[in-house]
């Protein structure tokens, strides 16, 4: 058995009912390394051009890494790619948990499933076998439901499972994947694409444990991780209060999303605020297999109108935002409820938080009236509003929930009626709660991003600005060639690079997948020399950080390269008009906006960087440099 990996694919046919294993060579690994570089290797190769992203001839991937199920902080990640139904472009989205590692020591690194399947079926590999199970008992349930009956079922509490929910057996648009019935592959609709094959769950366990070259060193990387947590306030802040625990920084810096991004400052943002859930609602913190940071949430209501089961989890600052001050709602109770409506059902929180606040822009303007929302009062603040609709959505009924269940973008076109300047889309996503206006650089991988608008595939701005930078930060920054801090608010030539530089290490880490809370270029637990430290101590490979950086390139090259063939351009590679207009409210941010003339001249500065055409488009040459010429083909 080879080191960090178990040299194992398992390729799924539904619609013979066939399994096949496939045992790539080293140099493979060493290439792609997991996550979406190896999961969109298979999607380029095996799918046809221009399939119906719901159609059985869409590819679904599932890959861990050559690092996954190592006993470290931040590495039980898996990502899940195929055509996205949302923007038709590459779909893309990573999860934790405990699934990840099981699904290692289960005793594949990766799945590749095609076709669909004549009835609803689920996979289980349990110690290596893989075996499909008749499925038509689970529909329709709740994902705990499932949970318990799959636990049942297999006569083993200790299974991980991965499963859609009942919202995209509905056809929700934004339909998750959904593990431990609280961790998400939420974004792109990656949930609907496994539903439209007729796989509910995949379900493992195993007892194999993954092999290191030097499980010495990575014992020692890993006795850092618990010492340096109280010693760096941004990874003691999450450990303390979990991502929510930057509701408060964002809303003074004037980067909290408001009233569907028309402000960024929202007066309520104390009650819904990752220390108030602390001292009110949080029952524990959970973590991720072998994961000292502990940042997930846990809460427990159980008076009142909103009870919500711990089992369920809590609600992240991006939840906390789309629900909270994207809707101008500040009860953290509803957001808690909320956020339980969308893991029972399997929904993106971001999309369906962000739709909802879309369609209240909507009303307050008359853009839409009562008829459309089938008489709900649809006003900011209204937590009745607010519940009514998301229960619309996850059911995909009424005459709101089947318009808003295809997502704003869609709705958008439905309602027409300059619905379309209440958009804060990008490829159909809708944006997530940080805001390009003052992270500028973000606006431009908002844009350029291969599966639209995403807040986890680049650093942010504050990390290399004057007045924010730590010594900490710039020392990794320097790394990765950004020795200097820039100036706020700038989008020059410097900060595209530091765009493009923090966006390929981002790429990389989706690809050797790694939490990035753990490992990153700035804030984190671990910098870009352990990153290296510790691939080289899970592998033997003698990598350095330049050939994990061309790991991250590839990833993106190949993506691109999908979009090209599908159609998919600069064209797509748009900001939301919203976007460049003032921001209204008062604060920091107040009227401030991005201009078209800054995006533009990112993007050019952006394509060069990558090497890419002034389309945006990889070139011969640009896949050649990275060993994958064999891509060019599919442009
Ligand atoms: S930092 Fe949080 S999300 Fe990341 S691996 Fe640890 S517990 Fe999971």
């Given at each position: 058995m080879p080191f960090g990996y178990n040299g194992k694919i398992l390729h799924i046919d539904l619609t013979r009912g066939t399994m096949e294993v496939e045992t790539p060579p080293e140099s493979f690994y060493r290439k792609y390394m997991g996550g979406s570089a190896m999961g969109v290797y298979y999607i380029l190769k095996e799918m046809p051009k221009g399939v119906d992203p719901l159609s059985p001839e869409n590819v679904l991937t599932l890959m861990c890494s050559v690092t996954t199920g190592a006993a470290i902080s931040g590495q039980s990640r898996i990502n899940a790619n195929a055509k996205s139904p949302i923007s038709g472009a590459i779909g893309d989205s990573q999860a934790g948990g405990y699934f990840p590692a099981e699904f290692k020591f289960a005793g594949f690194d990766g799945l590749v499933i095609k076709g669909k399947s004549p009835k609803p079926v689920y996979l289980s590999i349990m110690d290596g076998k893989p075996e499909l199970h008749d499925a038509a008992h689970l529909m329709g349930r709740v994902t705990g439901e499932v949970d318990d009956i799959l636990r049942k079922e297999m006569g083993d509490d200790k299974i991980e499972i991965l499963q859609h929910g009942p919202a995209a057996e509905r056809g929700v648009l934004f339909s998750s994947m959904v593990n431990m019935s609280n961790r998400n592959n939420g974004r792109t609709g990656m949930g609907l694409v496994m539903a439209s094959k007729n796989l509910k769950a995949v379900v493992v366990r195993g007892r194999q444990r993954v092999r290191l070259a030097d499980a010495k060193g990575v014992t020692a990387l890993n006795r850092v991780g618990p010492k340096e947590v109280p010693n760096n306030p941004d990874m003691d802040g999450l450990a303390k209060?979990?991502?929510?625990?930057v509701v408060m920084p964002q809303n003074s810096m004037g980067t909290l999303p408001t009233h569907n991004y028309n402000e960024s400052q929202f007066e309520s943002c104390e009650p819904i605020s990752g220390e108030k859930m602390a001292e009110t609602i949080l029952k524990d913190r959970e973590t991720c297999y072998a994961c000292v940071v502990r940042c997930k949430r846990v809460v427990e209501i159980k008076e009142g109108a909103y009870k919500v089961d711990p089992y369920y989890g809590g609600p992240e600052y991006e939840t906390l935002g789309t629900f909270g001050s994207y809707c101008g709602i500040g009860d953290l109770a509803a957001i808690a409820y909320a956020n339980q409506i969308c893991n029972q059902n399997g929904v993106d929180t971001i999309a369906c938080g962000a739709t909802i606040a879309f369609a209240m822009e909507c009303y307050e303007k008359g853009i839409i009236t009562k008829e459309q929302t089938g008489g709900l009062e649809l006003k900011f603040g209204s937590v009745e509003a607010m519940l009514e609709a998301l229960n619309q959505i996850v059911a995909n009924s009424g005459p709101l929930g089947r318009v808003l269940s295809q997502g704003s973008e869609r709705a958008a076109s439905v309602w027409g009626?300059?619905?379309?300047?209440c958009l804060i889309t990008v490829k159909g996503a809708e944006a997530p709660a940080h805001m390009p206006q003052a992270k500028r650089s973000l606006g431009l991988i908002y844009a350029v991003n291969p599966f639209g608008a995403?807040?986890?595939?680049s650093e942010h701005?504050?990390?290399?600005e004057e007045g924010m930078a730590s010594d900490l930060y710039m020392g990794r920054l320097a790394m990765l060639g950004m020795p200097d801090k820039l100036a706020p608010l700038s989008l020059d030539k410097a900060k595209v690079k530091f765009a493009w530089l923090t966006e390929v290490f981002y790429s990389m880490l989706d690809t050797v997948e790694l939490c990035q809370f753990v490992w990153g270029p700035g804030w984190t637990l671990y910098g870009p020399q352990e990153t290296v430290d510790f691939v080289k101590a899970a592998t033997g490979w003698d990598v350095t950080l330049d050939e994990l950086m061309a790991v991250g390139m590839r990833r993106l090259n190949l993506m691109r390269t999908f979009n090209a063939r599908e159609g998919v351009d600069r064209k797509a590679d748009q900001l939301p008009r919203k976007f460049f207009k003032a921001l209204g409210?008062?604060?920091?941010?107040?009227g401030i906006a991005l201009t078209h003339e800054e995006i533009d001249s990112a993007i050019d500065e952006y394509y060069r960087l990558a090497g890419w055409t002034a389309d945006g488009i990889p070139t011969r040459d640009s896949l050649k440099q990275l060993d994958i010429e064999w891509a060019a083909e599919y442009l």
């Open positions: 209060y979990g991502t929510a625990s009626n300059g619905a379309d300047e995403d807040h986890q595939s701005d504050w990390m290399i409210g008062s604060g920091p941010t107040a």
